[in-house]
């Protein structure tokens, strides 16, 4: 599990923001801060949270310039168009309290303070995700002023990845299907051609869906993994690029209870495969990329020329 600090500490490590002006000759006013854009989550309704306490990280800001300068600091809610689904606007800036709400900091010098969050005490916040902003000025300098702003991104209850990943897992546990059969071995395959595997050789895989709800998955040709299961004997090769094997259609839906099928096509593989032996996982995936299952294997021997007949495939075992 993801605590608040692990995601706050990950959030800072990026570069700051810096801001520079040249008000004369000689003066050089600017500021930066680390605290870019920062993720925290399971926040609680009713919840007070000081994010220097939980991560140790306090909110700084520094001045880069040559004059000391008086920093203002406010927590503002985004406008619809910086915020980042699946976040909502800060629907109240006062959630947050910054303490102190102003800087004195002087030249090359860096200024602190505490950034501390109420949580309302409403249940109907839980699951919910909100984005807020944190908008650091200067006083004037002539008639300008400078500004950095820090995006705060944070949870009530577990973060969006953490959500999205239990979706994916609960998806992964309820899919109830079969794939046949569990090796497919095409025998004669060409080089430089679309190769059509059911027309030439009458092979083709079976997906079932067992389950109550369509089903989608997505094969696609992985390479074998040589360090954690040998090749089989017999001259068997393996590839990193398996670009020319193709799985009609792309995308496989199949209704509840029901049976599809789906082929594979050889297609425009080099020449310089032929005469060769290749083995390979086929992987499903979920449409969002997501591996399911990746224990089935293909077998492709591409004959030399041809006249010549393919090598038998390995036995099956």
Known sequence: ?????????????????????TCSASAVVGISTQF?????????????????????????????????VEVFLEVQSPSTSAVTSPYEALPDPSWFELSPASLRIEPNSIGFADIIVRIPD???????????KIWART?????????????????????????ERKALREAVVSLNYDLWPNAL????????????????????????????????????????????????????????????????????????????????RIENAPEALKGRKFAFLIALKLPNGMVVNATHRGFVTFAADDKISAPEAPEKK
């Open 185 to 264: 071995y095409v025998k004669a395959a060409k080089t430089g051609v679309v190769y059509d595997v059911k027309g030439e050789e009458k092979k083709s895989h079976l997906l079932t869906n067992r389950g109550e709800e369509t089903l989608t998955l997505v094969p696609e040709a992985v390479g074998w993994p040589v360090g954690s299961l040998p090749l089989p004997s017999g001259g068997w090769e393996t590839l990193p690029d398996l670009s020319w094997v193709k799985f009609e259609p792309a995308e496989i839906a199949v209704d509840a209870l029901a049976v599809k099928e789906f082929k594979m």
């Open 139 to 163: 006083n004037k300098f002539g008639v300008y002023s400078l500004g950095v702003d820090s995006r705060l991104r944070f949870s009530i209850g577990p973060s969006p990845e953490a959500v």
């Open 36 to 68: 870019v854009d920062v993720e925290f989550d399971r926040l609680k309704p009713g919840g007070v949270y000081n994010l220097r306490e939980i991560s140790g990280v306090p909110y700084s800001i520094k001045n880069r310039g040559g004059l000391p």
């Open 1 to 21: 599990m993801r605590s608040m600090f692990e995601t706050l500490r990950r959030s800072l490590a990026g570069a700051g923001a810096v801001l520079v002006l």
């Open 122 to 132: 409403d249940p109907a916040l839980k699951g919910r995700h909100f984005q807020a």
